[in-house]
């Protein structure tokens, strides 16, 4: 999970009951159980008063935590590629925009007011793209994906231009990247990879605020 704001006492999750559980950590006692997803669940997210959990059943939930119910479905198939495993999900500071990344190395940037997908694009190869990040700013999304790669994409180029996808490898593990996530004040980011390495990595000369 990622995305989930340490001043809120209860803790979303989820795995292989298909099924985010909500709990309460400070009490240790679960208080609900969301139910929709039909395959397992990879990743959880918190933006505003909701919750967003990507699946393997290829679709993006949108949770309203106030009523516990589900009030949009985004993802399935995207065009002419068909559908895949959500793998990570990330929003951006201002909560209107979601990018998603896939398990056939698809990225997908979604306007959440209006449950629109806008832009999808590719910032590794045709491979897992398995962790995505909105920077602070938020104009680049930092990604990691199964061919050990740690990708920086700018996210205005992406909607001017959708015919090329503006990424710039910064980064590389000798296996899987699992994880990638920014720092929150700092321009810099730390990674965790299948290299059983976690390395904190400078982004000075990548971004700007």
């Known amino acids: 999970s990622s995305g989930i704001n340490a001043e809120w006492p209860l803790r979303p999750g989820g ?7 909500v709990t309460d950590v400070e009490k240790g ?12 669940l990879h990743c959880v997210t918190s933006y505003r008063t909701f919750l967003a959990t990507g699946s393997a059943d290829s679709t993006i939930r949108l949770w309203d935590r106030r009523s ?3 009030v949009k479905v985004l993802g399935a198939a995207i065009g002419t590629q068909g559908a895949a495993g959500v793998t990570s999900i990330t929003v951006n500071n201002f909560g209107n925009l979601m990018c998603a990344s896939r398990e056939d190395g698809l990225c997908m940037l979604y306007d959440i007011d209006y449950g629109s997908l806008l832009q999808a ?12 990040q909105f920077y602070r700013n938020p104009r680049y999304v930092l990604s990691g994906s199964d061919d050990g790669t740690l990708a920086l994409t700018s996210i ?3 909607l001017s231009d ?5 990424t710039e490898i910064i980064g590389t593990h000798r ?16 990674t965790a990879s299948a290299d059983r390495t976690v390395c904190l990595w400078s982004a000075k000369d990548g971004v700007d605020d």
């Open 15 to 21: 795995g292989g009951d298909n099924l985010l559980h």
């Open 29 to 40: 006692v679960e208080l609900s159980q969301f139910k929709g997803h039909t395959d397992a």
């Open 68 to 70: 516990n119910t589900c």
């Open 121 to 132: 694009f590719t910032p590794h190869s045709s491979v897992t793209c398995r962790s995505v």
């Open 156 to 158: 205005e180029q992406v």
């Open 162 to 166: 959708p015919d090329v996808t503006p």
């Open 175 to 190: 296996d899987k990247v699992i994880k990638a996530a920014w720092h929150p004040i700092k321009q810099a980011f730390a």
